[in-house]
């Protein structure tokens, strides 16, 4: 029989997986019904998504045997923040245009507002599902339960990294789940504003707005990183709060412009 400082956050990591599927799926079904937007959207988001990770996976990696190539060394410090950097502004770089891409190849006839809340949700979902449902939740859970049999068979340099990483996860609390979750919904806020972005760009046939998205993505991610060091997690939360409302206002202010005429809209002439 499992003990109860093993039981608890294996609970709690199933807790999280489920509240995220839950979660998704309702978003999923509340949006069809309040928009009408067709749900092949959500699974084009989910496919832009991960058709972007594919290729930014590749680009991290070619990056990091270059700088291992070129033995680039900035310090500790440095180093961290020029990965920080990097890992920011390439998921803008590789989000959109994946975004745009999918948009413009397999959606041409939906170009409403409401196609790209759709189409948002499915990729700020599928990442929660993968990350957090999946790869916290799931993965967690099942290598709690199965750690005395890994353990057994691992040699002991590996088991003993490997109960540091045990002992970590034992020590989860509610609290690192709640933020893991209410981070995850941020996220999918902000990638809803930001396929409205990109979803306008194609609207109206003007660059402006991808680039907007591509911009905003990287400093999002950046300042919730710098947050977080700074400020611990729960500052970082209220930072990608900020971010989150940032980019469901220009959604927003979109929508308003949405079915004025090309003439009409304030935005031809500022952006």
Do not use: K
């Amino acid at each position: 029989m499992l003990s109860y400082p093993l039981v608890q956050p294996i609970a709690l990591f199933l807790l999280q997986a489920a509240v995220v599927f839950v979660g998704v799926i309702g978003l999923l079904i509340a949006l069809r019904r309040r928009l009408g937007a067709p749900p092949v959207l959500w699974g084009l988001g989910a496919l832009a998504f991960i058709l972007s990770q594919a290729g930014r996976s590749v680009f991290l990696v070619g990056l990091t045997l270059l700088s291992n190539a070129l033995r680039l060394d900035f310090g500790a410090e440095g180093n961290f923040w020029s990965n920080v950097v990097i890992l920011s502004f390439s998921a803008g770089l590789f989000e959109e245009p994946a975004r745009y891409v999918v948009l413009r190849l397999m959606a041409r006839e939906r170009r409403d507002w409401a196609d790209a809340v759709m189409f948002g949700a499915g990729h700020g979902g599928i990442e929660a599902i993968l990350l957090v449902g999946i790869g916290s939740g799931i993965v967690n859970s099942m290598l709690l339960l199965s750690a005395p049999i890994l353990l057994s068979v691992m040699p002991a340099d590996q088991a003993r990294e490997t109960q540091q990483l045990l002992d970590t996860l034992r020590g989860v609390g509610a609290d690192v789940i709640l933020a893991s979750l209410i981070e995850r919904a941020l996220a999918i806020a902000i990638h809803i504003g930001l396929s409205v972005m990109v979803m306008r760009t194609l609207a109206t046939r003007r660059s402006a707005w991808l680039i907007v998205a591509i911009v905003a993505h990287g400093v999002y991610n950046l300042v919730g990183i710098a947050a977080q060091r700074w400020w611990g997690v729960w500052g970082a939360e209220a930072v990608i709060a900020l971010c989150a409302m940032t980019a469901l206002a220009a959604a927003a202010w979109l929508r308003a412009r949405w079915s004025l005429p090309q003439s009409a809209s304030a935005e031809n002439t500022a952006l």
